[in-house]
């Protein structure tokens, strides 16, 4: 009976490399989807899957930020060229269906230095 | 622009009494709410929910009250328990669903002994 995991838990990285957070949605889950929360603030919106493809991707910073989820399951959120402001709390969530509770993971935990 | 607020950060009340936690919004494509109960290096846990068709939805110990007309909603817990001490997060959704919630900063609840 395994929830959204997440992994890692934690990244430091330096400004400037590359990061890819990953994301086991729950079993049998068809909707995925990816926040951020910085610190005092609320989850933000980032991208979100129906199966493999990405229905939704208006919250997307900008183009160094990607995601996918190539067999419908588990998703990777790619940040490029990271910088400091893209430390924060990546949360992933998955649903059953898209008008259906959202279910998230514990989060990955990104530093930039 | 904050779509979804939460004006109050923090609240603080004795064991056994009601908790009141606020909420307001300013979409009125909004139709679909939510409340997350959120520990400290956990991910959002979903509470309760409820549907613009209704004013009041109750799941034991908690009830979230929506007053379309003032764009508010309000989630009720009583009695409080110490195990309720977390930061709640209240989120909204349009088209009838939970696709791409949009959250507010959240209130931090302490249940004193």
């Known amino acids: 009976g395994a929830g959204v995991s997440q992994t890692p838990s934690n990244k430091v990285t330096e400004k400037g490399k590359y990061v890819e957070l990953r994301c086991d949605p729950i079993s049998g889950h068809t909707a995925l989807y990816w926040y951020r929360q910085s610190l005092g603030q609320g989850p933000e919106f980032l991208i979100y899957?129906?199966?493999?493809?990405?229905?939704?991707d208006s919250g997307l910073p900008n183009d160094r930020f990607f995601a996918v989820r190539p067999e419908g399951s588990v998703s990777t959120l790619k940040i490029q060229r990271t910088e400091r402001g893209d430390s924060a709390v990546y949360l992933c969530?998955?649903?059953?269906?898209?008008?259906?509770?959202?279910?998230f993971g514990p989060g990955t935990r990104l530093l930039v230095l | 622009d904050q779509q979804v607020k939460q004006n109050s950060p923090s609240l603080s009340v004795q064991e056994g009494r009601i908790s009141i936690l606020n909420c307001d919004y300013t979409n009125s494509m909004f139709d679909y709410f939510l409340w997350y109960k959120k520990y400290p290096a956990e991910g959002p846990t979903f509470l309760i929910s409820?549907?613009?068709?209704?004013d009041k939805n109750e799941d034991g110990r908690f009830t979230v009250f929506l007053n379309k007309s003032a764009k508010h909603l309000s989630l009720h817990i009583v009695p409080s328990q110490p195990g309720d001490s977390a930061v709640y997060f209240c989120a909204a959704s349009a088209q009838g669903g939970s696709e791409k919630l949009v959250f507010g900063k959240g209130t931090k609840l302490t249940v004193n002994p």
């Open positions: 899957f129906q199966g493999t493809g990405a229905a939704d």
């Open positions: 969530a998955s649903s059953i269906g898209t008008q259906e509770t959202q279910y």
């Open positions: 409820i549907s613009s068709i209704k």
